[in-house]
Structure formats: C-alpha cells, structure tokens
C-alpha cells in the first residue's frame, strides 16, 4: 500500500460525494492506495452516502467511532493506516483529478518526510477566493531550513506525511482544541529532515460561513483564544527543552506568531483593555509571553514590535476600532 488518505465524516451530506469523488477520479491504481473515511458519530446522512458511493471499492474501509473532533477522527485515520504515506482530506473539500500520482513519486524517489502543495480557496459560488503556492524547486531541505525559506500554510491538508516518521515521532494530533494543525506541524518540521514544495495547485478548500474564523459565536471565539494559550504552553516547553539554536529559532517564531495571534483575536473580538492587560499578565507570570522573535507575517510582525511593545496603545486602537462612521 503506497497511500493512505485520511477523511474524516461529520454532517457533511451536502459535501462527501464531491470529496470521495475527486479521490476516486484520480490516477492511482486501486491495489496503491486506501481511502479510511473516520465516523465521528455523524448525525446526518453523510455515512448513508459514503456506503453507497464506496460499494464494491475493496480499498476503501469506515471506522465508525464515538464523536471525538476532527482531530481525534484523524488519530483513529493514522492509527488504523496502511500505506507507506498519509495524506488528509477535509470531508467538505475535494482534490483536483490525476494529482495523486505525481506527488506520492515524489515523496517515494525523494524518501520525503513531507511533502507540501498549493491550495485554492473556493467561495460557495465555487469561484476561486485565493491561492497559495510555492516551491523548492526540486530541492529537498530540513524542517527548520524549510520553515525558513519556504511558506506554505499551517494545515495539515495540504501536505503528505511519510507514516513511519508520522508514527516513530507520535505525531499524533491534540484533541478537543483548535489549532491542533499548527502544533502538530510545529514538531513535524522541528525534526523533519527531508521536506519539499510543489507549486501545484492540488487542494481545494471550501470557505465554510460556519468555520471557526467567520463564527459568530462568543463561546467558540473565546475557546480560539483559550486553545492559542495551550498551544503557545506546548511550544515553549518544546522551546526550553531545545539546545540547537537553529531550531530554537524557529520554535521562538512560532512562538511569538501565536502571541501576536492571542492579541489581534482579542482586539478583532472586541475584548476590553483590561481583559487584555489580564491576558499579557497570565503569559508573563508563565514565561510565555513571548514577543521578541521576530515574526515572518510583515502586518503581525508590526504588531509585535509596536503594539505589543508598547501595550498601551492597544487601547487606542481598540478604541478607534469601536468607533462607527457617522
């Protein structure tokens, strides 16, 4: 088994033909690769649906399994993995046809860790949003030399793991918390030694009204913040146990990436001042607020130096935020 691809189900119907489809329609032989769509106790039709499509697919296997997220249907995915690569596909996004087989030849020729590649970002009229891409140009680097030059995005669907460094390292996802994508790639690419980038323009993301960064909902807003802090905690102790300066450099970016992150949520969620003084308080008593390291996103990187610098005229800006034409 040369690929294992990953989707987890959940309320999904109006997506998961779309997204089994484009797998199916790909250009891979059936013996090569294996498609484990995860139950995560879908309400809805979603698995009715992906019965009825994978009929007679003998590669492709439903592990039914109480509602953990989607980080935890994704575990149960790699857990139960038999291909010599991993890849991860949300259920209400798709893959562009005859992509798979160029880019697991060059995970194999190339003994890749990971391998990364574009996204197009797809609006509900289906119309193209956006585009990352980027490329190494056929070289292969390091984790941390790669963080370096190359950029891609911090999720974890855009990319293919090698199964074995996937499973020697653990790099297993944290559950119940948003984020897990960027943590789980920030010890990926710690100690990845043979990454590469393709321009290809593979995945295609669907910009969902109900994803977590257009939700209107206060609790799940203020969890994205709570879950930032538990991520940054993670990082730093990554960061004190680290010798290798080239590395701690690298973890102190992500570190200071997600403080800046806490704070422009807050200012963007109308927080008080005073929440965020509480807020620089609580990272300071615990060594975590980390804002020295310079950050490679230029508009959160003036943030950093600024405004988090100089915390006072955070207030200032909240309050011009506030204000409403007349």
């Known amino acids: 088994m040369r690929l294992s691809i990953i989707i987890p189900v959940y309320n999904v119907e109006k997506y998961i033909l779309m997204c089994l489809r484009s797998v199916l329609e790909n250009n891979l032989r059936e013996e090569d690769f294996e498609i484990i769509v995860v139950d995560d106790e879908s309400p809805d039709g979603s698995i009715a649906i992906v019965r009825e499509v994978t009929a007679g697919f003998p590669n492709i296997r439903i592990i039914s399994q109480q509602n953990t997220g989607i980080s935890g249907a994704r575990n149960s995915g790699i857990r139960n993995a038999q291909g010599r690569f991993i890849m991860f596909i949300d259920s209400d996004d798709w893959i562009k ?20 590649f574009g996204i197009e970002k797809r609006n509900n009229d289906g119309s193209v949003g956006g585009t990352f891409s980027a ?7 390091n984790g941390t030399d790669y963080y370096k030059q190359i950029r891609y995005v911090n999720s974890v669907f855009n990319k293919i793991y090698r199964r074995e460094f996937v499973e020697t390292l653990q790099l297993f996802f944290a559950e119940k918390i948003y984020v897990e994508d960027f943590e789980l790639n920030t010890r990926a690419f710690l100690v990845a030694k043979r990454v590469m980038a393709i321009p290809d323009l593979v995945y295609q993301y669907r910009q969902s009204d109900n994803s977590i960064t257009r939700t209107t909902d206060t609790g799940k807003k203020k969890k994205m913040i709570d879950d930032h802090v538990v991520v940054l905690q993670k990082t730093d102790a990554l960061y004190r146990e680290e010798t ?3 590395k701690k ?7 200071s990436f997600l403080v800046v992150s806490i704070f422009y949520l807050m200012l963007k969620n109308q927080y008080s ?6 807020m620089r308080k609580e990272l300071t008593r615990q060594g975590i607020y980390h804002i020295d390291f310079p950050v490679h996103q230029k508009n ?3 943030f950093r130096k600024i405004l988090l610098k100089n915390f006072t005229l955070l207030s200032l ?5 506030r204000k409403r034409p007349t």
């Open 300 to 302: 959160k990187n003036v």
């Open 135 to 141: 490329s190494t140009n056929g070289n292969v680097l």
């Open 249 to 255: 450099a690298f973890l102190g970016e992500r570190m």
């Open 97 to 116: 046809p005859d992509s798979l087989l160029n880019m697991l030849r060059l995970c194999e020729d190339s003994d890749l860790d990971i391998l990364e």
């Open 273 to 278: 001042f005073d929440d965020m003084k509480e």
């Open 244 to 246: 290798d300066s080239e």
């Open 317 to 321: 800006l909240r309050n011009l935020s």
